[in-house]
Structure formats: C-alpha cells, structure tokens
C-alpha cells in the first residue's frame, strides 16, 4: 500500500491469461484440490453474447457461464448458426463454455409457467449439443420456493419429469435458490435423480443467514458448482470469508469451476472483475498462464 498526496493506493498487478492458452496452472499443495475461474457472462454486460468468452479471457478468466436466453417460446441457443459462433469464440480464444444458466426462469417460474419446463428441456438439447454439463436453474423473484410449499410441489414435479432427459444427456440440473443446505437435499432426495444437484452460491447463502462452511460440507458432491459472491464490496474486502471457502471446498474434495458473480464494481465492470479475480488467484493458490503484467489497479 502506498501513500500518494491524501490518499492510499493499493496496487494490484494483474496477469492475463493468453487466450490462446486459456488453461490456469494450478497449486498441487492441496492434494488434488484444482479450481479454475470463470465469470457469468450477465456480470460483463454479455448476457448470450458469444463476444463474452474474448472479454473474458481479456480478464484473465478461463471460462464464462452463458445464459441460455430467451427467443420468444424458444431459447436463442436452439439456432445452430449461434451455436456455430459460440464453438467459434471458444477455439478462437480458448475460453471455455462452463456452464449454462436459465436466468429468465426467475420471472418464469419452473413452479408455475409451462414454459420454463419447455426452456429446460430445450436447455438440455443444447448442453448435450456443446458438451457443456450443467445447467443452472435458478429459484429466485417470482420463482421462489421459500415457504410456498405447493410451487415446491409443483417444482419437484417438473424436475422428476426433466430428470430422464439430463441422465441421459449427461447434464446436470443445478438448483440455485434461497433455501437452506437441508431443504435442497430433501428437494435431492424427492426428486429421486443424480441429474439433479446444487448451485451453490456463497454469496446468497450468507445473506440468506445460513452458515455458509457448514453448508459446503453437508452438500458435499451435490454441488455441481460454485458462484464466487460478495454483496459488500470487492472480494477480500467485503463480509465473505474466502479462504474458508477455500477450506471447506477442500474438505468436500471439489475439483471444478469458481464463477465470479459480481455485484459490487467500485472500479467500473472490467477493473472490479480483474481485481476480484487476481483476489481469488491468490486465495485459491492459481497461477496465471501468462506472466505479463498489464494494469494496476487503483482502490482508494
């Protein structure tokens, strides 16, 4: 930290990966524990834009969570000339397709509008079409499942009847929502598939007030994957305890994605992305592919 006229500034240096090398070294002193860092693409205003995997790899990112959106009763990934493209940007840039996400399912709630189980099924198509392995299904806005036993009912149902296409195209159904470690595995266990897991994000879960460590450990395998997320402020610097999420990753055996969600950018979009980014690289023992520095960060 230096002190410059009135103020400090930290200084950040920043590696980016080469996209052209887009795989991360990773720390082996955790016994096989292996993270790699992706963001969703609606966190770099990209939201079904193939143009998210290059500004993902500019940030020093090695995979984006794409959304699956929307195209009047159809999802815009149905159209293979967009598929084609999104294949394209990942052997151009050497960005990775991590995961999908449904996130227009929260103002068409899997719950209640036919829709949304024609989205997933249609989701689960095109997973199977990109070899992309989960699919995020999130439960929130007018999608919530707190303390509405029958749209849980009926959300149950919908899963069971999805469940057979996902075993079958090897695409997991990630549940992301505001309820306890406890009701998503009872939710597990109704729906009766191993296509059927957990989005765990630590973010929404520490302001939901469940003990976020506990959780990991009691979820364990049922996480599919992680959203990285602090409501407060940039990572290190807000309420989220990252290397205790690092531990508790540790502890269940997860090897696979962190996905940065941000939602705090005091440095505009792309340096708060970078920056939490090099925050978690540190935390989580990722070495950049490449060495070169290319910006400091300024954080007063």
């Given at each position: 930290?230096?002190?410059?006229?009135?103020?400090?500034?930290?200084?950040?240096?920043?590696?980016?990966?080469?996209?052209?090398?887009?795989?991360?070294?990773?720390?082996?002193?955790?016994?096989?524990?292996?993270?790699?860092?992706?963001?969703?693409?609606?966190?770099?205003?990209?939201?079904g834009d193939p143009?998210?995997?290059?500004?993902?790899?500019?940030?020093?990112?090695?995979?984006?969570?794409?959304?699956?959106?929307?195209?009047?009763?159809?999802?815009?990934?149905?159209?293979?000339?967009?598929?084609?493209?999104?294949?394209?940007?990942?052997?151009?840039?050497?960005?990775?397709?991590?995961?999908?996400?449904i996130g227009d399912?929260?103002?068409?709630?899997?719950?209640?509008?036919?829709?949304?189980?024609?989205?997933?099924?249609?989701?689960?198509?095109?997973?199977?079409?990109?070899?992309?392995?989960?699919?995020?299904?999130?439960?929130?806005?007018?999608?919530?499942?707190?303390?509405?036993?029958?749209?849980?009912?009926?959300?149950?149902?919908?899963?069971?009847?999805?469940?057979?296409?996902?075993?079958?195209?090897?695409?997991?159904?990630?549940?992301?929502?505001?309820?306890?470690?406890?009701?998503?595995?009872?939710?597990?266990?109704?729906?009766?598939?191993?296509?059927?897991?957990?989005?765990?994000?630590?973010?929404?879960?520490?302001?939901?007030?469940?003990?976020?460590?506990?959780?990991?450990?009691?979820?364990?395998?049922?996480?599919?994957?992680?959203?990285?997320?602090?409501?407060?402020?940039?990572?290190?610097?807000?309420?989220?305890?990252?290397?205790?999420?690092?531990?508790?990753?540790?502890?269940?055996?997860?090897?696979?994605?962190?996905?940065?969600?941000?939602?705090?950018?005091?440095?505009?979009?792309?340096?708060?992305?970078?920056?939490?980014?090099?925050?978690?690289?540190?935390?989580?023992?990722?070495?950049?592919?490449?060495?070169?520095?290319?910006?400091?960060?300024?954080?007063?």
């Open positions: 930290m230096l002190k410059i006229g009135g103020g400090f500034v930290l200084l950040v240096i920043v590696f980016l990966t080469c996209p052209a090398a887009a795989g991360t070294a990773m720390d082996s002193s955790g016994g096989g524990f292996e993270v790699r860092l992706g963001v969703c693409d609606w966190t770099i205003g990209k939201s143009a998210a995997l290059g500004l993902a790899g500019t940030l020093g990112l090695d995979g984006v969570q794409v959304s699956l959106v929307p195209k009047g009763d159809s999802l815009a990934l149905i159209d293979p000339a967009l598929r084609r493209a999104y294949l394209e940007a990942m052997e151009r840039t050497g960005v990775a397709i991590v995961s999908f996400a399912l929260n103002d068409v709630p899997l719950k209640s509008d036919p829709r949304a189980e024609k989205w997933l099924g249609q989701g689960i198509e095109i997973a199977a079409a990109m070899d992309v392995k989960i699919i995020l299904v999130p439960f929130f806005g007018k999608g919530d499942l707190k303390n509405d036993p029958t749209g849980l009912d009926a959300a149950v149902a919908a899963l069971k009847r999805l469940a057979p296409a996902a075993e079958k195209a090897g695409v997991i159904l990630a549940l992301e929502n505001w309820l306890s470690a406890g009701e998503n595995l009872k939710i597990i266990e109704r729906v009766g598939s191993p296509a059927v897991r957990v989005y765990y994000d630590v973010g929404n879960s520490q302001d939901a007030g469940h003990p976020v460590f506990n959780e990991i450990r009691l979820l364990g395998a049922r996480i599919a994957e992680f959203h990285a997320k602090d409501t407060k402020d940039l990572y290190g610097k807000g309420s989220m305890d990252f290397p205790s999420v690092r531990k508790a990753m540790e502890d269940i055996g997860y090897s696979g994605w962190l996905v940065l969600e941000g939602t705090k950018m005091p440095l505009g979009v792309e340096k708060s992305v970078r920056y939490d980014a090099d925050y978690l690289k540190t935390v989580f023992g990722i070495k950049a592919a490449q060495t070169d520095p290319v910006e400091t960060i300024r954080y007063e």
